[in-house]
């Protein structure tokens, strides 16, 4: 069964930063790409970031491009999001999922971003 399960949301004030964690089970994480997608209040689902196989390349929607790193470690199955900068624009409800458009996702974490 493949299983995604985030962590690592939270309330946190602009400006601040957090780490997003998914650990992974079920298929060969090391073998795919990775995704981080997003999903604000009232709004569809937003691609973030997306990670190779390998970890050696990584790109970023211009929204969080310089203010967002995604990152892996295949010995761990895990997939990371750390997150700096943040601002109100970031809250939603974070995902990592193996397509772009996040139809294979897990069950998300809440970011919540205010003051």
């Known amino acids: 069964e493949v299983q995604l399960v985030e962590s690592g949301g939270e309330l946190v004030q602009p400006g601040g930063s957090l780490r997003l964690s998914c650990v992974v089970s079920g298929f060969a994480f090391s073998s795919v790409d990775m995704n981080w997608v997003r999903q604000a209040p009232g709004k569809g689902l937003e691609w973030v970031a997306r990670i190779s196989e390998g970890g050696l390349t990584t790109i970023y929607a211009d929204s969080v491009r310089g203010r967002f790193t995604i990152s892996r470690d295949n010995a761990k199955n895990t997939l990371y999001l750390q997150m700096n900068s943040l601002k109100t624009e970031d809250t939603g409800i974070y995902y990592c999922?193996?397509?772009?458009?996040?139809?294979?996702r897990g069950q998300g974490t809440q970011v919540t971003v205010s003051s």
């Open positions: 999922a193996v397509d772009p458009r996040g139809v294979r």
